[in-house]
C-alpha cells in the first residue's frame, strides 16, 4: 500500500501570509495526487487534482505542485475562509490513500 | 450540478449490519467509477471500498474486506454498501465519492453517520 505523510501537522498563520504545506509518498505516484479541503462538519471539498490542476471555482491563491513522491500545496495569502483542514490523497491506484491532514489555525 | 445523496446510517449493536445508499445525479453515473470512504469522530480521512463504472472490478480497504461490499445500480443511479458484522471501530460519519475525471476532481457527499455501539 502506498503511505503518505503530511508535515506540518498544525500551521499556525496570520490573514494575508503565504503558507506552504508538504505531502509525500511512500513511492513514485507520479502527478496522481489530489489537496482536499475540510472544515469542521462539512464534507471534504477538492482544490487540486492530478497535483497541479485547479478544481474550478477555486480561488487562484491556491496552487500545487510536485510528481513523483513530493508535493506541496501553497496559499499565496491566506484568507480568512481559508482555515481548515488539509488533505492529500494519492489516486495513483483505485486504493486510495490520504495523508493525516494539516491544519491551518489563526495565530 | 454533480450531487450526491448518502442514506442509511443509524445506531446499530456490534454484530449487526447495516446498508448504505448513495443517489446519484448531475453526471453520467454509468460511466463513473465510484468509492467509498469514512471519517470516524475528530479522525482524519480513510478509503473504505471502489466500484469500476461497469462493477467489473472492487476493491476493499483492509479494515472491511470480508465484511462489506460495495454494489451498484445504474438503472438507479445508486451506490451501496453493505456492512456486515460491524465493530465499534466501523463508527464514522460514512462519504460517497465519485471518482476523479479528465474534466476535474473527486466529489464527495454530504455524509451519512454510522455508530457501533452497545
Known amino acids: 500500500d502506498i503511505q503518505m505523510t503530511q508535515s506540518p501537522s498544525t500551521l499556525s498563520a496570520s490573514v494575508g501570509d503565504r503558507v506552504t504545506f508538504t505531502c509525500r509518498a511512500s513511492?513514485?505516484?507520479?502527478?496522481?495526487l489530489a489537496w482536499y479541503q475540510q472544515k469542521p462538519g462539512k464534507a471534504p471539498k477538492v482544490l487540486i487534482y492530478?497535483?497541479?490542476t485547479l478544481e474550478s471555482g477555486v480561488p487562484s491563491r491556491f496552487s500545487g505542485s510536485g510528481s513523483g513522491t513530493e508535493f506541496t500545496l501553497t496559499i499565496s495569502s491566506l484568507q480568512p475562509d481559508d482555515f481548515a483542514t488539509y488533505y492529500c490523497?494519492?489516486?495513483?491506484?483505485?486504493?486510495?490513500?490520504f495523508g493525516p491532514g494539516t491544519k491551518v489555525e489563526i495565530k | 450540478q454533480v450531487q450526491l445523496v448518502e442514506s442509511g446510517g443509524g445506531v446499530v449493536q456490534p454484530g449487526g449490519s447495516l446498508r448504505l445508499s448513495c443517489a446519484a445525479s448531475?453526471?453520467?453515473?454509468?460511466?463513473?467509477?465510484m468509492h467509498w470512504g469514512r471519517q470516524s469522530p475528530g479522525k482524519g480521512l480513510e478509503w473504505v471500498a471502489f466500484?469500476?463504472?461497469?462493477?467489473?472490478?472492487?476493491l476493499y480497504a483492509d479494515s472491511v474486506k470480508g465484511r462489506f461490499t460495495i454494489s451498484r445500480d445504474d438503472s438507479k443511479n445508486t451506490v451501496y454498501l453493505q456492512m456486515n458484522s460491524l465493530r465499534v471501530e466501523d463508527t464514522a460519519l460514512y462519504y460517497c465519492?465519485?471518482?476523479?475525471?479528465?474534466?476535474?476532481?473527486?466529489?464527495w457527499g454530504q455524509g451519512t453517520m454510522v455508530t457501533v455501539s452497545s
Open positions: 465519492a465519485k471518482d476523479h475525471g479528465v474534466g476535474g476532481g473527486s466529489i
Open positions: 448531475g453526471f453520467t453515473f454509468s460511466r463513473s467509477a
Open positions: 466500484i469500476r463504472f461497469d462493477g467489473s472490478e472492487k
Open positions: 513511492q513514485s505516484i507520479s502527478s496522481w
Open positions: 492530478k497535483a497541479s
Open positions: 490523497q494519492q489516486y495513483n491506484s483505485h486504493s486510495w490513500t
